[in-house]
């Protein structure tokens, strides 16, 4: 004989839990903007304190604004490789080698047009190299670019021998001079001005923006919708290569100069200066308004302990320790938005 089915009872459920409120993409930004102008407040505030008579002079600040803009022209190109997931280690040698072609004998006799030309082809060529090796020939973004860094070293110092190479076209010197300022504006802040509009443009208002993010946040997934990684990683590069024969041009017109040493370190402060702003080293996040601040924040320190008389060794510590409290609050901000 069959027992009757007991009837079933209805299972209780646990509401599933609330997910996590996110702070909204845009708030984020701005808090992180925010952040970053108090930090450069602060350092005026300190800047004032120290040296009350000489830091907030109208020259000081005119000279912190000219020596932030070659670096900044730098880092503007290095956040868009870094925010795609790569690296570029050889802009500081870029820099160098084009400031020393773009000098020769034979370069100046072609007047302003040939040494800023070449400054420019020179850098764009570099990050041609760059983009081949890395997009194409499948190599790892830091020895692709860590090879450019030797090979441009070495060439800028066999086009000078180790020698100044001196400047004489009387148009690009003129630049530099306070007779070229624009309602007090050195024409090399007014460059470097322009560099960063057009690249805040550029990352938020165009398909080549959203393509590099998507690049950089997820490669495969980049491909599966359509982007050509390879082709947009090699336009990033160029990017690079681009901005760094600005850079070079400018470093010319501010030294009056070639030398094979330029550029030293820039890789460090335009990777340092992007970390500070913001872009993640992992890829997938940049902000050209971050990085720029960050510029003017490391500007700011180094005059900072130029007029306080501090050795060099003790800003390189400092901009050390500031670059690992970047990375570890970057960690720590992805970790609790995720």
Excluded: H
Aim: proline share 3%; net charge positive.
């Amino acid at each position: 004989m069959t027992q009757p089915a007991s009837p079933t009872r209805p299972v209780k459920t646990q509401p599933d839990a609330a997910p996590r409120p996110r702070m909204p993409r845009t708030l984020r930004l701005d808090v992180r903007t925010l952040s970053l102008l108090g930090v450069l407040a602060v350092l005026v505030v300190i800047g004032g304190i120290t040296q009350p008579d000489s830091f907030l002079d109208t020259d000081n600040v005119q000279l912190i604004l000219t020596q932030a803009s070659v670096i900044g022209v730098v880092t503007v190109g290095m956040t868009f490789v870094i925010m795609s997931g790569g690296i570029d280690l050889s802009v500081g040698a870029i820099v160098a080698l084009a400031s020393c072609w773009a000098t020769t004998v034979a370069t100046q006799d072609f007047g302003f047009v040939g040494i800023l030309f070449t400054a420019v082809a020179v850098g764009v060529a570099c990050g041609l190299v760059n983009g081949v090796l890395i997009a194409y020939g499948g190599m790892v973004p830091f020895i692709a670019t860590l090879a450019m860094l030797a090979s441009g070293r070495g060439l800028a110092l066999q086009i000078t021998d180790g020698n100044t190479q001196t400047v004489t076209v009387d148009s690009v010197l003129k630049l530099g001079e306070r007779d070229a300022y624009v309602l007090g504006i050195p024409p090399l802040v007014l460059v470097f001005a322009g560099v960063t509009v057009i690249g805040w443009l550029v990352l938020n208002r165009t398909t080549f923006g959203r393509r590099s993010v998507a690049v950089g946040g997820n490669a495969e997934a980049a491909r599966l919708a359509g982007i050509d990684v390879r082709r947009q990683r090699l336009y990033l590069y160029l990017l690079s290569g681009l901005c760094c024969g600005i850079a070079a041009f400018l470093l010319i017109v501010l030294a009056g100069s070639g030398q094979n040493t330029n550029g030293n370190l820039y890789e460090l402060d335009a990777i340092a200066a992007a970390i500070i702003g913001g872009t993640l080293l992992t890829g997938g996040r940049g902000t050209i308004v971050g990085s720029v601040l960050g510029v003017l924040i490391f500007q700011t320190i180094q005059n900072i302990f130029a007029l306080n008389n501090l050795e060099t060794a003790t800003q390189q510590i400092a901009k050390g320790a500031i670059i690992v409290a970047a990375v570890l609050v970057q960690r720590r901000t992805a970790n609790s938005t995720t």
